[in-house]
């Protein structure tokens, strides 16, 4: 499918080229716009390499590993005030690690 999406894009670059040539000897305003055809082929072949692309890619693994832990929030709470984790706590540990280690090695 990606293959036939590309055959087309080329074509329509080769009919472009094509048209520009003939238009180039006539005096005419509309020179720089490409005709309908080719637009519509270079957004066919488009189309097809990128539905290829995505067929071919197979399953996809899930983004979130398996020690996930839901996020719920209280039922007095709204969903605005969920509590999230993030890098602050992983962050101050390792803040609080560093600073114990100095301890140690001031006193030795």
Do not use: W
Not at 47 to 70: A, D, N, T
Not at 86 to 108: D, E, G, N, P, V
């Amino acid at each position: 499918m990606t293959s036939i999406g590309v055959l087309l894009v080329l074509h329509s670059a080769f009919s472009c080229q094509q048209y520009r040539g003939l238009v180039s000897s006539m005096p005419s305003e509309l020179v720089s716009i490409p005709p309908t055809d080719v637009v519509v082929e270079v957004g066919l072949g488009f189309l097809l390499c990128l539905v290829g692309q995505l067929v071919g890619v197979g399953s996809v693994r899930p983004i979130v590993g398996p020690k996930h832990k839901p996020i719920v929030a209280p039922p007095y709470q709204t969903r605005d005030f969920d509590k999230y984790n993030h890098r602050l706590q992983a962050l101050r540990k390792q803040q609080q690690q560093q600073q114990q280690q100095q301890q140690q090695q001031q006193q030795y």
